[in-house]
């Protein structure tokens, strides 16, 4: 998903080198700022019968950058220099489902909740815990982000897309979400060794 703050019906031109050369002199380290939504939970009982021992929960992520650019005049066109990348990264919506034989307010209900509640705390826990990193990537990539030169500003929407390409297809961004998954498979992985079915079969 992506947001750009500057908007202009686009068509980016064919670039002779030494243009785009003429523009690194323009070059600066973008102002990054880092936040995290706020999340909700909802809690669903699917007509489809599911995994009676322990339900289950759909985190749903989200990965936004808002790119603001500044454009810098030169004989022949414009240098595209991007100054500042806001950047929303977290979970927005956690989507508990409980079997329906589970009836509300009862013990296999309650503590059906109980445990999917534990593996929300493990993802928030594995985003806590990789959120100085999360903030270290997005940096150095939106750092690596060079100005672009455009003939006018009709290419400047072309330059932000290829500026927000260029930041999310990054390594740094790509190892930083797959650290993420691998903090979050082991805490998932200690709920559900804690609790093998132990809390649903005190019900019975």
């Known amino acids: ?101 589970h009836m509300p307010d009862s013990c296999e209900y309650d503590m059906t909740l109980e445990h999917e509640h534990e593996h929300i705390v493990a993802h928030v826990a594995a985003l806590d815990g990789e959120y100085g990193n999360i903030q270290k990537s997005i940096e150095t990539a939106a750092n690596g982000i060079m100005p672009i030169f455009v003939k006018s500003l009709d290419g400047v929407d072309a330059a932000l897309d290829k500026m927000q390409g260029d930041l999310q297809n990054n390594p740094d961004i790509i190892l930083m979400k797959q650290k993420l998954d691998v903090q979050q498979e082991i805490g998932n992985k200690k709920v559900d060794e804690r609790d093998d079915g132990i809390r649903i079969n005190s019900c019975k």
């Open 1 to 101: 998903m992506k947001k750009l703050l500057l908007f202009f019906t686009c068509s980016l031109f064919v670039i002779p080198c030494s243009f785009a050369d003429d523009c690194l002199s323009h070059k600066v380290s973008p102002n990054v700022e880092v936040a995290r939504p706020e999340w909700t939970k909802q809690v669903v009982q699917p007509v489809e019968p599911m995994d009676a021992l322990h339900g289950q929960v759909a985190a749903t992520f989200e990965e936004e950058y808002n790119l603001s650019v500044a454009t810098e005049p030169m004989e022949t066109g414009y240098c595209v220099v991007l100054r500042s990348v806001r950047a929303s990264v977290g979970y927005t919506d956690f989507l508990v489902k409980i079997d329906a034989s």
